[in-house]
Structure formats: C-alpha cells, structure tokens
C-alpha cells in the first residue's frame, strides 16, 4: 500500500530545532513534488513548504529563512528541518504528495513547543 509515514514531532523549548521526516512507500514518490502543512490547534490547515522532484524550493512567507525543506530520494524520505522554534509553531506536521488527482498524507505528528 502506498504511505506516507512520518517522525520525527515532539516537544521542544522555544528557540529550539527539530527535523521532521517523511518517508513514503512506492518508488513513484521518487518523481512528485513533496510539500509540508501544519494545522494549529483550532485553525485552518496552512501550507509550510514545497520541493520539486528537481529540488526546487519554496516556503509560506511565514517561515522563510527558518525552515528548510529538503529530500533524499535514495531514502524516498523528504524532511522539514525547523529553526528557531516559537510557541506560534505548535501545531500538527503533516506530509503530503500526489499522484494525478489524488493526494495522499502523512498520519500527522504533534509539534510542541514550550515557552
């Protein structure tokens, strides 16, 4: 079954880092685009980051120059690495791709990040 399954959450002190993975099952994964979204708690979901299958990179305005996405395709794995975390990035992190017109997600994974 095609999945995208991710790690990589938890709780972190303001100002900290974490690096958020996305591993996927399939190898055609290996040729889509990969992007990143958060949903804070009782607000819409927001998209965070995109990476083409030519590594091309781009970010929500919101965490420009603080959060990089990247992927290894050897791997089949894309990753967010976070920066200079605040309380505002408490959210879940979910993991997404498509194949034509379907979309296929992450299970989601609680960020938290104390003040």
């Known amino acids: 079954q095609v999945q995208l399954v991710e790690s990589g959450g938890g709780l972190v002190q303001a100002g900290g880092s974490l690096r958020h993975s996305c591993a996927a099952s399939?190898?055609?994964?290996?040729?889509?685009?990969r992007a990143w979204y958060l949903q804070a708690p009782g607000k819409q979901r927001e998209w965070v980051a995109r990476?083409?299958?030519?590594?091309?990179?781009s970010y929500a305005d919101s965490v420009q120059g603080l959060f990089t996405i990247s992927r290894d395709n050897a791997k089949n794995t894309v990753y967010l690495h976070m920066n200079s975390l605040n309380p505002e990035d408490t959210a879940i992190y979910y993991c997404?791709?498509?194949?034509?017109?379907?979309?296929?997600w992450g299970q989601g994974t609680q960020v938290t990040v104390s003040s």
């Open positions: 997404h791709a498509n194949i034509a017109i379907i979309d296929y």
């Open positions: 399939g190898s055609i994964f290996r040729f889509r685009a």
């Open positions: 990476i083409t299958s030519g590594s091309s990179t």
